[in-house]
């Protein structure tokens, strides 16, 4: 990954209704949610919602397939684990039990 893609990444993650739904997203893995139970979920009109979920999708951290009438979202799990790689890459200088604690907290998430 590189920094430009990185900062679309958590530029789209800094605001707050998109933040909500990366996380409701990620709740729902791996079935994912159509968009209009997300926007009825988050409580945002849908027009806007559709316009959060495309600036979401161009950071890489969500994808959508077509079921029928409805747009499927979903978290997209290896944009995640990318920009999350990129932002520790070089943790703690190479000095792996300084990383311990983050990896472990990490861990029962996943």
Known sequence: MENDSAIVALGALAQATR???????????????????????LDVPQNTMSAHLGILARAGLVRSERHSRSIIYRADLDGLRTLMLFLVKDCCAGNAELC?????ELAPCC
């Open 19 to 41: 933040l909500d739904v990366f996380r409701l997203l990620v709740r729902h893995e791996p079935a994912g949610m159509a968009a209009g139970e997300i926007a009825r979920q």
């Open 100 to 104: 311990a604690p983050l990896i472990a």
